[in-house]
């Protein structure tokens, strides 16, 4: 079936001049730094503004999902519990479920498939930076499975991504002590450089 059948998809808010944020305000503007890559939307972190756009058009609801159509890497997020008023920013698209038997999970997770985000490259126009037109993502096509069926595939998702960070942090930790460990070694040589009686240019000289 095609995504259209399965969520109505809303273009986001356009704002006309750089989006400040103001400490007190009474709507987050969700942007696309703020889709944190793990399947979630920063909304802590997002900017706020005094008050919601005069539309409505933006506004968010929980278990709606969020996509960045612009680039090469299409990141994507569900809204949790929205405690104040919030938006997205143009050009984000909200995905919301036209019916209860949608799993906001498997969509992201749908999204997020690497056969998925080869369809949407393909699909996305323009030279300098490619987007995704709001037609081609509706006309994506997307096996639905049954409720239970579609959580447990989120549920492996989920796992699959946490494995990914977990293995990611184990290479920047080999990587930091490698790193110490050069400088360790590099320290030990200037010591032993500076070592009383040393001679320099005198360590690996050939013997006669």
Do not use: W
Not at 51 to 57: G, I, L, N
């Amino acid at each position: 079936m095609l995504l259209s059948e399965v969520v109505e998809v809303l273009p986001g808010v356009p704002f006309r001049t750089r989006i400040e944020s103001e400490k007190d305000g009474a709507c987050i503007v969700v942007q696309a730094r703020d889709l944190a890559g793990d399947g979630a939307v920063d909304l802590a972190g997002a900017a706020r503004i005094a008050a919601p756009p005069s539309s409505t058009r933006g506004l968010l609801k929980p278990g709606d999902v969020i996509l960045q159509p612009r680039g090469n890497r299409y990141s994507v997020g569900k809204v949790e519990e929205v405690k104040s008023p919030a938006v997205a920013a143009a050009p984000l698209y909200i995905l919301r479920r036209r019916a209860e038997d949608v799993d906001p999970d498997f969509l992201v997770a749908f999204l997020e498939a690497a056969s998925t985000q080869s369809i949407l490259r393909q699909d996305a126009v323009g030279t300098h930076v490619p987007q995704i037109p709001r037609q081609a993502l509706e006309a994506l096509h997307i096996e639905l499975p049954d409720l239970s069926s579609q959580i447990k595939l989120a549920d492996l998702a989920r796992l699959e991504r946490r494995e990914i960070e977990v293995m990611d942090r184990l290479r920047a930790a080999r990587s930091r002590l490698f790193d110490l460990a050069l400088q360790e070694i590099a320290k030990k040589s200037r010591k032993r450089a500076n070592a009383p009686g040393s001679i320099p240019g005198l360590k690996g000289a050939p013997t006669p």
